[in-house]
């Protein structure tokens, strides 16, 4: 009997790892099936609960996110023959059998990227910006609403109700499973651009949990801004986030430790960075530049932060960063794109540049105006421009309140650390 309960738990993290993971992919492959997000959900929760039941008796599957794909289609199929509408949905059936019988399905129009084809479909315009941000990074992404909550600096029930919102919207506007064409496209591109962003944010470094870094939400962000870039060639800010997302991507197997401790920048051997990546980095980039010049635009905020992730790029040590460029590309990037998160990380380039003390007037204006009151790397950083300046009760204060902010445990034991 006892030799059963391993077995079990083995089975039941499987279940929960494959869940987190699987989830957006599972829920945006059974919306194209289906065409309603809210049934989708269900037919996956019910795969779950399938899981639940049998990979503890049967064993975990040799792919666990196949099994949860193929029972949730098996149940979407079940459910449409119960449908009233049966007929209309028979050419639908027809290439559900082709698809679970592994023959080629015809070729369809448009994006055929399920999680790109979702997230257009999660930014229609019937939705307000925040809405459709929320509800994306829910949906595509697999954020929990303290995740995107952080992302966006705001209430966790602000989101919630976000999230309701929107899909209350969807179901009464009756808004399609579909992808739009030509300039209804375009129109929704600066709502896509920020969700991959904020999909690959939350991958490169996680709001909470024990990782630091949540590796599949990083592949599935540089996947859909490879595709996004591939299907608008002539769109500079999709190749800009092209580049941001390939550049900063680069850095990732640097930023842990063989202790699964983390690295940060200025620690990193910057011999295990992806120099592939960081080659497609630089070519996105220059493509955007490119396209802007052509168009006589200024660069617009990926192309700013990609052009701040180049200059570590090219930068043989952390000593030769060329920080007078960095704190000049945040200046712009401040005064083109205000936030209190970019004037934090311009106060750390100011920091390099002219010294801790002009870094920590910066710093402590941002506390001053409170927008940035419960972000844990506000008190970080002061913590580090206080140390710098040797007031190290103040620093010791700072790391240990910015250690309570946050909740992922790896970044808490380094700013104990740090307070320590």
Same mark, same amino acid.
């Given at each position: 009997m006892n030799s059963g309960r391993p077995e079990t738990e083995r089975a039941r993290r499987a279940v929960e790892a494959a869940w987190r993971i699987e989830w957006p992919k599972l829920v945006a492959g059974l919306t194209r099936i289906v065409g309603d997000i809210a049934t989708a959900e269900e037919l996956a929760q019910d795969a779950l609960v399938a899981a639940l039941e049998q990979w503890?008796?049967?064993?975990?599957?040799?792919?666990?996110?196949?099994?949860?794909?193929? !029972?949730?289609?098996?149940?979407?199929?079940?459910r449409i023959r119960r449908d009233a509408n049966f007929a209309r949905k028979l050419e639908l059936l027809g290439r559900q059998a082709i698809i679970e019988q592994g023959e080629?399905?015809?070729?369809e129009p448009g994006i055929t990227d399920d999680l790109l084809r979702m997230i257009f479909t999660a930014c229609h315009p019937v939705l307000t910006p925040p809405a459709r941000a929320a509800l994306t990074l829910r949906m595509v992404g697999g954020l929990t609403t303290t995740e995107i909550a952080r992302a966006y600096l705001v209430p966790e029930?602000?989101?919630?109700?976000?999230?309701?919102?929107?899909?209350?919207t969807i179901a009464a506007k009756k808004v399609p499973y579909e992808v739009p064409e030509g300039a209804e496209l375009t129109a929704r591109l600066d709502s896509v651009l920020e969700v991959i962003y904020l999909i690959f944010n939350e991958g490169y470094t996680a709001t909470s949990g024990e990782r630091?870094?949540? =590796?599949?939400?990083?592949?599935? &962000?540089?996947?859909? =801004?490879?595709?996004?870039?591939?299907l608008l060639p002539d769109e500079p800010e999709a190749h800009a986030l092209a580049a941001l997302i390939e550049l900063q991507a680069s850095? !990732?197997?640097a930023r842990s430790a063989s202790d699964s401790g983390l690295v940060l920048l200025p620690d990193q051997d910057r011999s295990r960075?992806?120099?592939?990546?960081?080659?497609?980095?630089?070519? =996105?980039?220059?493509?955007?530049?490119t396209l802007n010049r052509t168009r006589d635009r200024e660069a617009g905020r990926y192309a700013l932060q990609a052009a701040i992730a180049a200059v570590h790029a090219m930068a043989p040590t952390a000593e030769e960063t060329d920080w007078r460029r960095v704190a000049g590309l945040y200046a712009i990037l401040a005064q083109r794109f205000p936030s209190p998160v970019v004037e934090l990380n311009r106060a750390v &380039?100011?920091?390099?540049?002219?010294?801790?003390a002009a870094g920590l007037e910066l710093v402590d204006a941002i506390a001053a105006a409170g927008a940035l009151e419960g972000y844990h790397l506000l008190y970080a950083v002061r913590g580090d421009l206080l140390a710098q300046l040797g007031r190290d009760p103040e620093a010791r204060a700072a790391f240990g309140r910015a250690a309570e902010l946050t909740a992922n445990e790896t970044e808490r034991e380094l700013l104990l650390g740090r307070a320590r």
């Amino acid at each position: 009997m006892n030799s059963g309960r391993p077995e079990t738990e083995r089975a039941r993290r499987a279940v929960e790892a494959a869940w987190r993971i699987e989830w957006p992919k599972l829920v945006a492959g059974l919306t194209r099936i289906v065409g309603d997000i809210a049934t989708a959900e269900e037919l996956a929760q019910d795969a779950l609960v399938a899981a639940l039941e049998q990979w503890p008796r049967d064993g975990v599957p040799p792919n666990p996110g196949g099994w949860l794909m193929l !029972t949730a289609k098996h149940r979407a199929v079940d459910r449409i023959r119960r449908d009233a509408n049966f007929a209309r949905k028979l050419e639908l059936l027809g290439r559900q059998a082709i698809i679970e019988q592994g023959e080629p399905a015809a070729p369809e129009p448009g994006i055929t990227d399920d999680l790109l084809r979702m997230i257009f479909t999660a930014c229609h315009p019937v939705l307000t910006p925040p809405a459709r941000a929320a509800l994306t990074l829910r949906m595509v992404g697999g954020l929990t609403t303290t995740e995107i909550a952080r992302a966006y600096l705001v209430p966790e029930s602000t989101v919630a109700q976000r999230i309701v919102r929107a899909k209350r919207t969807i179901a009464a506007k009756k808004v399609p499973y579909e992808v739009p064409e030509g300039a209804e496209l375009t129109a929704r591109l600066d709502s896509v651009l920020e969700v991959i962003y904020l999909i690959f944010n939350e991958g490169y470094t996680a709001t909470s949990g024990e990782r630091w870094v949540r =590796a599949e939400l990083c592949e599935d &962000a540089l996947r859909l =801004a490879r595709i996004l870039a591939g299907l608008l060639p002539d769109e500079p800010e999709a190749h800009a986030l092209a580049a941001l997302i390939e550049l900063q991507a680069s850095r !990732t197997s640097a930023r842990s430790a063989s202790d699964s401790g983390l690295v940060l920048l200025p620690d990193q051997d910057r011999s295990r960075w992806n120099r592939l990546y960081i080659q497609r980095g630089f070519a =996105a980039l220059a493509r955007a530049h490119t396209l802007n010049r052509t168009r006589d635009r200024e660069a617009g905020r990926y192309a700013l932060q990609a052009a701040i992730a180049a200059v570590h790029a090219m930068a043989p040590t952390a000593e030769e960063t060329d920080w007078r460029r960095v704190a000049g590309l945040y200046a712009i990037l401040a005064q083109r794109f205000p936030s209190p998160v970019v004037e934090l990380n311009r106060a750390v &380039a100011v920091a390099k540049v002219h010294g801790p003390a002009a870094g920590l007037e910066l710093v402590d204006a941002i506390a001053a105006a409170g927008a940035l009151e419960g972000y844990h790397l506000l008190y970080a950083v002061r913590g580090d421009l206080l140390a710098q300046l040797g007031r190290d009760p103040e620093a010791r204060a700072a790391f240990g309140r910015a250690a309570e902010l946050t909740a992922n445990e790896t970044e808490r034991e380094l700013l104990l650390g740090r307070a320590r």
